[in-house]
């Protein structure tokens, strides 16, 4: 039996419903788009319910392994010149972002945007989901790499992100990995707060 705070979406809503109306409108990158769009086509996806999504506070610590972080550096480094993507599936306890998984995904941009830009497709935000169930764990948050750039969000991102995920950002300079930073979009949408990185010790 799957976690009671998890549901099912099924088909074509019966009545018209409001939130997924302003859910379509928002940025491909969004999950609750990506989610309320693939709901319209009437496939079925597990996911997290809206309901647990906006219940939950975020954290102000993101707490990763070092073979996460060896990961996310990996992936950027082998992108390089164009920007990675990927998820962050674990969950919140104690007060604490406790990232379990990570899990890459492919840039679905552009050939000639990808050196600046990101964008994961429906597909594979619903192929995380299904794993982050079915370790009994949360998409969290994303990751992606600024090549040749700081490790601090863009305009692009902040027009793209939503609240309570977390936005790992790690710069890569000349294909080196270097600085790692974490943000999470305010609920009003209208600037970043950064989150704590720490990489455990084992």
């Known amino acids: 039996m799957g976690n009671p705070t998890e549901t099912m979406i099924r088909g074509q809503p019966q009545t018209p419903n409001p939130f997924l109306r302003s859910v379509s409108a928002l940025k491909p990158l969004c999950p609750l788009w990506q989610i309320s769009s693939d709901f319209l086509r009437g496939q079925t ?12 506070v975020t954290p102000s610590r993101l707490v990763i392994q070092p073979a996460h972080e060896r990961e996310i550096h990996g992936h950027g480094q082998r992108a390089f010149p164009d920007e990675c993507c990927g998820f962050l599936i674990g969950q919140d306890r104690d007060g604490v972002r406790r990232i379990e998984a990570v899990l890459a995904a492919n ?18 935000f619903i192929s995380a989901t299904r794993e982050a169930r079915r370790l009994d764990l949360d998409v969290l948050g994303f990751y992606h790499s600024h090549p040749n750039a700081p490790a601090r969000p863009s305009q692009y991102d902040l027009e793209h992100a939503w609240p309570v995920y977390s936005y790992l950002i790690v710069s890569v300079l000349d294909r080196r990995a270097d600085d790692m930073t974490c943000w999470v979009m305010r609920n009003d949408r209208t600037r970043f ?7 455990a010790v084992t």
């Not at 996806?45 to 939950?56: D, E, I």
């Not at 840039?107 to 594979?124: S, V």
């Open 107 to 124: 840039n679905n941009r552009d050939d000639r945007e990808r050196h600046h830009r990101f964008t994961i497709p429906p597909e594979a």
């Open 193 to 199: 707060d950064e989150q704590t990185v720490t990489v």
């Open 45 to 56: 996806l597990p996911v997290t319910s809206v309901a647990k999504l906006f219940r939950m």
